[in-house]
């Protein structure tokens, strides 16, 4: 297909070109699209170099999540991004009206890797790089105050498995927020990768995203969701089913907690039924069949008999760091810092080495 200029308003097909008063792409390839937009991936003519161009949609709310994405840029523009395994974002324009955001070409999702292998679990040297980089991007992104508040993973994408197998970088920061600047019960995050203090409407801080990466390092795991929920209500509920309330100090201060739990027998609070959730919702009656592994508590996990045993320190350790990223109290949830030097990640511990992998 012959090559032509096309505007940021037509359907981006190979051959197309965008041009700026900067530089010149050629679109190569579709890569994704969501509710902001699309990706293509495009060659930059000046230096034939391969990057990924995200162009948003036009309407005023993509605008306003551009700018938010932009600011969160400039604030991490300056930091080694590699080796804080941050996206690199290369330039931005605006083209016809539309905001167009240039980055690094990277290889894939995590969550097209994951589907390619059929969800089938990953051991757990895989998911210990996987997890010491994130780590690492959420302490970077605590030292500058920013929450990511939409870690999943779609958002986190292989650099180029074949050469370097299982390096990955944070992506999108379009949700990406100043902590001083949430709101108290604000609504935000992944359903399936929601926190207990958003839910609640309680204050909210980074370890919105410790809660995001435990959920995202379950799955990977288990090969299925730790908490699954088609609403927040089933959410909530599959999250007391594996382990317990969160604090009675927690219930009592949020602003949402009335929504999944109701009073009893004086500062207690017991959660709804789904018969007494959907009358107060005003929906149907809910199937609330849970469509993943049912577990009673996260140490249940170490006792999964498809497991080898050859593994079971090494999982009984992975879980405990696990119980720490997953605490349903925000203030006692492990911080990035903290993370980086435990057990899993460093390898030093009683009964375990590398070796035994």
């Known amino acids: 297909m012959s090559s032509q200029i096309r505007t940021a308003e037509d359907n981006l097909v190979p051959g197309d070109i965008i041009v700026t008063k900067c530089h010149t792409y050629e679109v190569q390839s579709f890569l994704g699209e969501g509710s902001f937009g699309k990706v293509v991936k495009?060659?930059?003519s000046k230096d034939d170099k391969t990057v990924a161009v995200k162009v948003l949609k036009k309407e005023g709310r993509y605008h306003d999540q551009a700018k938010s994405e932009l600011n969160a840029l400039l604030k991490i523009k300056?930091?080694?991004l590699d080796k804080c395994s941050l996206v690199q974002n290369y330039s931005s324009f605006v083209h016809k009206g539309f905001y167009c955001l240039v980055f690094e070409y990277l290889e894939q999702t995590l969550s097209a890797f994951m589907i390619a292998r059929s969800y089938q679990p990953l051991p757990l040297k895989s998911i210990r790089l996987i997890v010491q980089q994130l780590a690492t991007a959420l302490q970077t992104l605590r030292s500058i105050g920013l929450m990511h508040t939409d870690i999943k993973m779609d958002n986190v994408m292989?650099?180029?498995h074949r050469l370097q197998p299982f390096k990955v970088k944070l992506i999108d920061f379009g949700l990406a927020r100043s902590v001083s600047a949430v709101v108290k019960g604000v609504t935000i995050q992944p359903l399936c990768c929601r926190s207990p203090e958003v839910f609640l409407g309680l204050p909210l801080t980074e370890a919105i995203d410790m809660w995001s990466l435990g959920c995202l390092c379950a799955r990977?795991?288990?090969?299925?969701?730790?908490y699954y929920g088609k609403n927040e209500y089933e959410m909530m509920k599959s999250i007391?089913?594996?382990q317990g309330q969160p604090p009675t100090t927690m219930l009592r201060a949020g602003l949402r907690?009335?929504?999944f739990f109701k009073k009893c027998h004086g500062t207690s609070w017991k959660l709804k039924t789904p018969g007494e959730y959907s009358k107060e919702a005003g929906q149907l009656r809910m199937d609330t069949k849970r469509m993943n592994l049912v577990l009673k508590s996260l140490d249940d996990i170490c006792h999964i008999s498809s497991f080898k045993e050859k593994e079971r320190m090494e999982r009984i350790v992975f879980?405990?760091?696990l119980k720490k990223m997953l605490h349903l109290n925000p203030i006692r949830r492990i911080k990035p810092s903290?993370?980086?030097l435990h057990q899993f990640l460093t390898g030093f511990h009683p009964h375990y080495t590398r070796n035994s992998e």
């Open 42 to 44: 495009c060659v930059r």
């Open 78 to 80: 300056d930091l080694d």
């Open 158 to 160: 292989l650099v180029n």
């Open 220 to 226: 990977l795991y288990l090969g299925v969701r730790l």
């Open 240 to 242: 007391v089913m594996t």
């Open 257 to 259: 907690t009335h929504l």
């Open 319 to 321: 879980v405990d760091m």
């Open 338 to 340: 903290h993370l980086l």
